[in-house]
């Protein structure tokens, strides 16, 4: 890597961190000065404090939770986007499925969640589930719209040399949805971890295998302020490695050949 | 390979206004290894009748056959190949992988694939350039990069639809050159849709003028030079009045005469 290189990764990386650091001062100078009631705010070092002595809790629950996330995750991916290309084949499909992908969004997932429970019992599949139902929507309607925006000129190209219609769709309509189905994937891997730690809440693990929803929910009963602060936050660091992820993903894919990607 | 066009009909319906008639019973008949402009006002219909032997369009009425067999949409002819006025190489292929594209779609082995695009790249100028994203291209090098993509089956009809509109004169000169070049070694027929009557003059040997839509043929003439077309040509005597010669043909063709 090059100094260059080097200064460009600093420069994209010292802001972020310097605001957080920043943040974390004025919070712990706040909390010693004002002093607030524990049960109500509590600092950083405090936070800090619990979450060192109960590490192997909160690696194993964080470990559980992120297995949950990937399985949903993975399985709306690889559903929204077979989903997407049934869908694009023909206008009567589209028409027919696409409004129940909607109700997928609509419906909140706290009042799903209870029946995945009764259907698959609690645990990591239901919790998968949850993931899995709550992130599917932008996969499918993200890989859609990048199907449909191939220039018509590059689909007849294909007609003129009889392409068979696997060829279409791995050589045209999937490299060329790409930049559309990553978009997609960016908001799914947020959304799937959301949709895991909510499904936790309810058909969440009580046991060995509790993962990071159920941390907060007890925490919580508990009044263990500083926990729920410490799930919180390895909840969101989940989150941004699966974005970071999908981000690199992106980068292999496309850096060679799209805008999006070139290094500025 | 032949083409022949007769009584083609084709309206363009929409949901908002009424029909409108495009092409008003057009027929054409193009020898095996001719080479023939079509030319008319801008929107009426040139590229429609170019997509309509193509097999991207179906007509309305009449009928397209192509070396003997009828064409309809979705029903290429074999041996056919098409430039578009925008050059539409896949973004994620680099020059070579989309030269070879009409090749691997025929199924043809890797390595005989490579070679036929590398001497197609070779042949339009941009054997440096195989390895490169169309992003990192030109304008007209990406216009020769679907020149190459068009002869690497080695059609036997070229259908050309303004492929050269958007270029500065210059490039576009070299390439009426290289095309003028292709034809002469290769002797595939072909159509070439342009609004330049002078790069008409230029490439072919038959000029014809279509009027507004409804669109029929005002004009269809012969243009007698010299089969070997340099680039001196342009400034002859000769030359000029068979340009002028199509410009009255448009001044018709404008009036919908």
């Known amino acids: 890597m090059t100094a260059r290189r080097l200064r460009a990764l600093a420069a994209r990386l010292l802001p972020p961190l310097g605001a957080a650091l920043a943040l974390l001062v004025v919070w712990e100078l706040w909390v010693r000065w004002a002093d607030p009631p524990r049960f109500l705010f509590c600092a950083p070092s405090e936070i800090w404090r619990d979450a060192t002595a109960r590490a192997g809790e909160l690696a194993a629950a964080t470990w559980n939770t992120a297995v949950a996330v990937l399985w949903g995750f993975a399985l709306s991916a690889v559903v929204g986007v077979a989903t997407a290309v049934v869908l694009s084949s023909s206008r009567w499909a589209e028409r027919a499925v696409y409004p129940f992908t909607v109700i997928l969004q609509t419906v909140p997932l706290v009042a799903i969640a209870p029946m995945l429970v009764i259907w698959l019992h609690a645990g990591i599949q239901a919790v998968a589930v949850c993931g899995f139902i709550v992130s599917l929507f932008p996969v499918i309607t993200n890989t859609l719209s990048g199907i449909r925006s191939i220039p018509q000129p590059q689909v007849e190209l294909f007609w003129l040399y009889g392409a068979r219609p696997w060829a279409v769709l791995w050589k045209l309509k999937l490299p060329g949805a790409i930049p559309s189905i990553m978009a997609g994937f960016r908001i799914a891997a947020g959304l799937a971890v959301i949709g895991a730690v909510v499904g936790e809440f309810v058909a969440g693990e009580l046991g060995a295998k509790r993962g990071l929803g159920i941390v907060v929910v007890v925490a919580a009963k508990q009044g263990e302020l500083p926990m729920l602060f410490a799930a919180v936050a390895l909840a969101s660091l989940l989150g941004i490695a699966l974005v970071g992820g999908v981000n690199a993903a992106a980068y292999l894919l496309m850096y060679r050949w799209h805008v999006s990607e070139r290094p500025d | ?257």
Request: hydrophobic fraction near 45%; proline fraction near 5%.
């Open chain 2, 1 to 257: 390979m032949p083409v022949r066009v007769a009584d083609v009909v084709r309206r363009f319906t929409s949901q908002a206004a009424a029909p409108v008639e495009v092409l008003a019973g057009i027929s054409l008949e193009v020898a095996a290894s001719a080479f023939v402009a079509l030319l008319g006002p801008s929107g009426c219909g040139k590229s429609t009748l170019l997509r309509l032997v193509a097999g991207l369009d179906s007509p309305d009425g009449g009928s397209v056959v192509v070396d003997g067999r009828p064409v309809r949409r979705r029903e290429s002819p074999d041996h056919v190949a098409f430039v578009f006025q925008e050059a539409h190489l896949l973004p994620w292929r680099t020059l070579r992988k989309n030269v070879e594209l009409p090749l691997e779609l025929r199924g043809m082995a890797a390595a005989e694939r490579r070679d036929r695009a590398l001497n197609m790249l070779e042949r339009v100028g941009l054997a440096d350039a195989r390895e490169r994203y169309p992003a990192q291209l030109s304008g007209g090098m990406q216009l020769r990069g679907s020149l190459a993509r068009a002869l690497v089956t080695d059609p036997r009809l070229l259908l050309l639809d303004e492929p050269f509109a958007a270029l500065d004169e210059i490039t576009r000169q070299r390439l009426d050159g290289l095309i003028q070049e292709l034809w002469h070694e290769r002797r595939f027929t072909a159509l070439f849709v342009t609004h330049s009557l002078r790069e008409a003059v230029f490439l072919a040997e038959r000029a014809v003028m279509l009027s507004r839509r409804p669109a029929h043929i005002v004009a269809d003439r012969a243009i007698e030079l010299p089969a070997d077309r340099s680039a001196e040509l342009r400034a002859s005597p000769a030359y000029n009045e068979k340009v002028e010669r199509l410009y009255q043909d448009l001044l018709i063709a404008e009036g919908g005469a």
